[in-house]
């Protein structure tokens, strides 16, 4: 699958576009970020004894909010792991129509888990986390963040699969080489 490494080579209209290379910037910042202050914790424990006490606590929040994050980005240029057991074999339509159905099925799970991520954030209120001090909804909130951006990317690419007539990663229009769309298994 030839995916887009630069935001004028995704086939996404031009807000999806940008909302993509948002995500993907951000998770990289938070990689970046995560492994940086790890290599701090390293360096400053076994050499300096002397540890950076919110080096944990920043990771494991960082991690939370990076899968969250990426999953959006992950999404919309089809990424995701996926199964193909005989979608190959199907004619354009009908892959269309499994690829369809695979994201609604994302779209509802991801429906019926928002209000659960909602209350765990909201439930939050009030906590801090035990180093930072940060308010422990802002971290947890990242899970209605995810499911938020899989649900909109999920309804893009349907949108545009419906439009097509064809995945949203088949460059080459009316081919049998068409490639899944946004990640779903077919």
């Known amino acids: 699958m030839s995916l887009p490494n630069r935001v004028e080579d995704s086939p996404h209209p031009g807000p999806i576009r940008w909302l993509v ?13 995560v492994a940086g202050v790890m290599m701090a ?4 424990r076994y050499v300096f ?9 920043f990771a494991r929040f960082g991690l939370i909010w990076l899968t969250f994050v990426a ?13 193909d057991l005989f979608g190959n074999r199907l004619g354009p339509r009908a892959r269309v129509g499994m690829e369809v159905f695979a994201a609604l099925i994302v779209i509802v799970t991801c429906a019926m888990l928002l209000p659960a991520g909602f209350r765990f954030a909201r439930g939050l209120a009030g906590n801090t986390s035990p180093m930072m001090g940060m308010p422990m909804t802002i971290w947890y909130s990242a899970v209605v963040v995810g ?17 097509r007539g064809r995945s949203i990663w088949d460059r080459k229009a009316g ?3 068409e490639q899944p769309l ?3 298994g077919t």
């Open 49 to 57: 004894d002397t540890p950076i006490l919110w080096s944990e606590e």
């Open 147 to 163: 499911f938020i951006l899989l649900m909109l990317h999920s309804v893009v690419n349907i949108v545009m699969a419906l439009v």
């Open 175 to 177: 081919t049998s080489e």
């Open 71 to 83: 999953s959006g980005a992950v999404m919309a240029n089809g990424e995701h792991i996926q199964v």
């Open 21 to 33: 290379a948002a995500e993907r910037g951000l998770s990289v910042l938070l990689l970046a970020g």
């Open 182 to 184: 946004g990640g779903m």
């Open 41 to 44: 914790q390293v360096i400053a």
